[in-house]
């Protein structure tokens, strides 16, 4: 098993992307602390996780919220004796309106939530990492980081900047054993996107954008952040790895 002993905390991890990546970190032996909002969808991935032989932890809170923050870390810690990985994956969407049709409550939710939030809980993993001689982070960040989406301004600032806060954090760190990648997903069929799939014409367009002609996975996804925190990408650090059916080809 590649993360035999190794102990993730993914925030996001009871639904979508985040609850597959538990499933595909625990099934390589690591132990996983999960951090969300709603207690409920992090009680029942917990539960499937220790129901298949692993160990699961379930910590309520909001990434956008410093004290929470820093409790889900002290109880990782707590629980596990230690963090050798960090998944940011907690994020929020909005699209729709255009950028002066914006608020600052949009912004506090998007940004506070899927930038800030990253910064936040990264901020307060490094000096685990630091004290252990290292660690690895995925951020997961979008194609909207990297294209633009009218509509949809504020998540894709969001998004872009995870990318540069990635490479920011993999430069800072690189002497002191510390890695962090970053994943770029098009369209992944989860709860996310559950309005825009649910609606026939939104999807037959969703399909569309995408060349390979369907969208991903959440457990594609999984994979590809297994690959990047294992050691099969011990020398891979600040990278962008995209995931989008050839949508950024275009
Ligand atoms: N699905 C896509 O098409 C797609 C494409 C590219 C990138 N992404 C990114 O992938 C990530 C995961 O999304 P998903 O597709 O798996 O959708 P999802 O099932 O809605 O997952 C989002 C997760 O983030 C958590 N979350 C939201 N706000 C939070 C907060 N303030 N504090 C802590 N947790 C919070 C949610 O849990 P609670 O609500 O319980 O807090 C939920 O578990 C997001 O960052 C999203 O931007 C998704």
Redesign the pocket.
Known sequence: MKLEGKVALI??????????AALALVREGAKVAL????AE??RATAEEIRKSGGEASPI??????DK?VINAVDKTVEIYGKIDILI??????LVGPLLHQTTNDDWKLIV???LE?AYRVTRAVIPHFLHNNGGVIVN?????GMIGLPGASL?CIS?AGMIHFTKTVALEYAKQGIRANC???????????APLISDEKAKEWLYSIHPMGR??K?EE?AKAILYLVSDDTAWVTGSVLTMDGGQTLQ
């Open positions: 925030t996001g991890g009871g639904s979508g992307i985040g609850k597959a951090f969300g909002r709603r969808p992090l309520t809170g909001s990434v956008a919220n929470d940011n994956n907690a994020g929020v969407g506070g939530t899927n939030g997961v960040s979008s194609t909207a998540y998004k994943v770029c997903p098009a369209a992944v069929d989860t709860d996310f996107l969208i991903g959440p996804v």
